[in-house]
């Protein structure tokens, strides 16, 4: 029987690399690890690019006799070597999939060393690199690692296929692949059960084996639900591998659920779905890429349940298993795509990023939530042979998804199921010389060239085309809301769109090529510590009064910081049936914009001229007024917000994620600290410092001296290995200390 065990603890990290067989001085870490912890921005990224060395004795165990040991990486960036008492034993280039070293038959009695080289070079022979990309590749072994114990023959992989999805009675097939390293005859048997959320068994199927993947099949199910975005159901399928060499189990979740992508649209278990998401890079402040299971599930929570979107794409590479299964778990649909940005490089860079296609899907294959497989490098030209066989292949692997491939070039060659397109049109009427008047969307068949409509999903709009800070004037956040919401309005405007996936969710670090000149891309509709900008409100203002009521004037409320002056025209980003403004004596109820955004489920409400003339709201000079908003359904008030005409400094709110973190391993949870004024708004302009203290059993990450951006900022802190109370003070001049008590707490008792 297997055992699969965490490998994080205990690691000894040390900048650049000498001699694998003796264990040197370094950093005592545990992993998820970042080689190099980065400044907020203005940084310089080559600092990472070099290698980098970790090291982890391990002693002989009497349970390693006549077993399978090895390591599996989930992922390291990026060159990876790994090495055993100074022998090399796997080398891996790509940084983003997983991969594991087989230590059998090479361990001694006593303490072992392992040794793990990785290069943070931007490699021109592994993707993404050979150009120049408008992301960060940190350098680290970033995702967990695992002691993986088995018997000589043990399960490989499942996988996992549904069928009759629609029908009252349905069919799941698993073939079960084999791992027989050492190539031993073997006879055996395999036992699938298959169990619902309760663990309760529904059915069962058992196949004979001599050492070749045996397929079970289940048919005849009756009482399966779907899983589904607003009801994720998943099951639960259970191999038992019983042979002469030995024993295993292995299980994986699945779920039922049809999805395709048509000429009229996406379809989700037979039903249209318009999508409507974000594109997502897997990267935080100080740390890139090595925050670990809680902060990944936090990602996928945001994007579900504050942004109210139905699809994240993983840009531009596999993203965490963490975040994967979470996705599973809450119903947010999962556009998943190979590493790579632009650039195509030689024949072995090409067979690399085809190795990718086959690790990306034999890894991901089982995820409900995963329903189209990214085969071509985002944004690059035609590639005629490779993007015949990257397809080829996802579809050998697994005919169950459709492929699609982003591009922005127009009539690019279709070799994918789904045409996949990255429409940047909306700002290119600023262009000189540009006869188009201000469109949001192309036709789908001037994109594509074709004389016919086919699959077609928009798979990036806005970013570099309109880069919005959190705290930038309020004119421009405005113009930044408009164009999210004109795109969307387009692609719900158009049953042939699939749906449309706006770049990005949050802003991110980047090379100097890219970005405002800081090492930062401001492309998100949230900051990076994931606090909302006001576009953040159109993506979340389109779900249901059910789930949320949403109700977001786009304003600050002052008469002087837009140009000219004024608030007008004012943009309520809501999801209420009517909102109403009381400004002073006046009070105006204003209901939403169906003539300009006709096709969105929630169109914002439009307070202009219309409404109140430029004497009622207040010229240049005159007494200016606080406002009160209130959002009405079916004629009843259902949200109030309040905005003073004078706001001072008055609360320092601090927000965690959850009141307590796992003390194994290393866990985190994200800290927002806001600025308030009198009646609970933020101050967008109090660009004050604060410092930030820990006590207890928990470390911060990042600087402890923070400054205000937008009226808040934020920082994770990391569990260091032992349980106890966790005391956060945040000191201002302005706003005294506050403080936030939370919990390091052993496994299985975190709270929500």
Not at 559 to 574: A, D, K, M, Q, W
């Amino acid at each position: 029987m297997r055992s699969v065990t965490s490998f994080n603890d205990s690691w000894v990290f040390s900048e650049g690399f000498a001699d694998a067989a003796t264990l040197g001085s370094g950093q005592p870490v545990s992993l998820p690890h970042n080689a190099v912890e980065l400044p907020f921005n203005y940084f310089d990224e080559t600092c990472y690019q070099r290698a980098f060395t970790y090291q982890k004795v391990i002693a002989w165990s009497p349970e390693f006799q006549g077993r399978e040991i090895s390591l599996v990486f989930d992922a390291a960036m990026a060159d990876a070597v790994v090495y055993l008492n100074g022998e090399e034993i796997v080398a891996h280039r790509d940084g983003y999939t997983p991969f594991e070293a087989r230590l059998t038959g090479k361990l001694r009695q006593g303490d072992n060393l392992i040794t793990v080289k990785i290069d943070g070079s931007e490699n021109p022979e592994i993707p993404p690199f050979g150009g120049r990309i408008d992301y960060l590749t940190y350098a680290g072994i970033y995702r967990d690692v695992w002691l993986k114990i088995a018997d000589p023959v043990s399960i490989g992989n499942l996988k996992i296929e549904t069928r009759d999805v629609l029908s009252d009675t349905k069919a799941v097939s698993v073939r079960c692949d084999l791992a027989n390293p050492q190539g031993l005859a073997v006879t055996g048997t395999v036992t699938a059960l298959l169990r619902n959320a309760d663990g309760e068994l529904i059915a069962e199927a058992i196949g004979e084996t001599r050492g070749e993947s045996v397929t079970l099949e289940m048919t005849g199910l009756k009482g399966i639900a779907l899983w589904d975005i607003d009801n994720p159901v998943l099951y639960q399928m259970e191999v038992q591998l019983r042979t002469d060499r030995g024993r295993d189990i292995c299980s994986s979740h699945f779920g039922f659920r049809t999805a395709e992508f048509t000429e009229e649209g996406f379809r989700l278990n037979g039903r249209p779905l318009k999508i409507r998401g974000l594109n997502r890079h897997q990267a935080f402040p100080y740390v890139g890429y090595a925050m670990g299971r809680t902060a990944q599930e936090r990602d996928a929570e945001i994007l579900k349940h504050t942004l109210h979107c139905n699809l994240v794409r993983t840009s531009h590479y596999p993203q965490s298993k963490w975040f994967l299964d979470h996705c599973d778990r809450i119903g947010l649909l999962v556009f998943e795509e190979i590493p790579g940005w632009q650039h195509i490089g030689g024949e072995e860079w090409k067979q690399e990023a085809i190795r990718n296609v086959r690790r990306m899907i034999e890894r991901d294959w089982n995820h409900p939530a995963i329903v189209i497989w990214g085969v071509r490098i985002n944004e690059s030209q035609d590639s005629h042979d490779f993007y015949v066989e990257t397809n080829r292949l996802a579809r050998e692997l697994d005919p169950t998804r459709q492929t699609g491939g982003v591009r922005y070039i127009t009539e690019s060659e279709f070799l994918e199921d789904v045409y996949t397109m990255n429409d940047f049109i909306l700002g290119n009427e600023e262009l000189p010389g540009s006869n188009r008047p201000r469109t949001p969307l192309r036709a789908q068949q001037e994109c594509t060239g074709l004389s016919r409509k086919v699959p077609y999903l928009i798979t990036e709009f806005g970013g570099h085309m309109y880069p919005t800070k959190i705290y930038d004037q309020e004119q421009r956040q405005a113009e930044h809301v408009r164009r999210h919401l004109e795109v969307l309005n387009a692609a719900h405007g158009d049953p042939s769109i699939s749906g449309a996936i706006g770049w990005c969710m949050f802003d991110y670090n980047t090379h100097k090529d890219f970005g405002s000149g800081d090492r930062i891309c401001y492309h998100g509709v949230m900051d990076m510590f994931r606090e909302p900008k006001f576009a953040a409100y159109v993506y979340a203002s389109q779900c249901d009064p059910s789930e949320e009521v949403v109700m977001k004037p786009v304003t600050f409320w002052a008469r002087g910081e837009r140009n000219i002056g004024g608030v007008l025209p004012l943009i309520v980003l809501t999801n209420c049936d009517e909102v109403e403004l009381k400004y002073g004596s006046l009070t105006k109820r204003v209901g939403p914009d169906r003539e300009n955004f006709p096709h969105l489920p929630h169109p914002p409400i439009v307070i202009d001229h219309r409404h109140f003339t430029k004497d009622e709201l207040g010229v240049w000079g005159m007494k200016w007024e606080s406002a009160e908003f209130t959002g009405f359904i079916a004629g009843k008030p259902v949200a109030n917000l309040r905005m003073v005409a004078d706001p001072v400094p008055m609360t320092l709110k601090l927000e965690a994620d959850s009141g307590s973190i796992r003390a194994e391993g290393r866990d985190s949870v994200r800290v927002i600290v806001r600025a308030l004024d009198q009646v609970g708004n933020m101050l967008p302009f109090l660009n004050e410092a604060v410092d930030v203290t820990v006590q207890g059993p928990a470390r911060l990450i990042g600087p402890s001296r923070l400054v205000f951006q937008g009226g808040s900022t934020g920082f994770w802190l990391e569990s260091t290995g032992t349980a106890g109370d966790i005391l956060v003070s945040v000191a201002s001049s302005r706003l005294g200390t506050t403080r936030l008590k939370l919990s390091a707490v052993s496994e299985g008792a975190v709270t929500a």
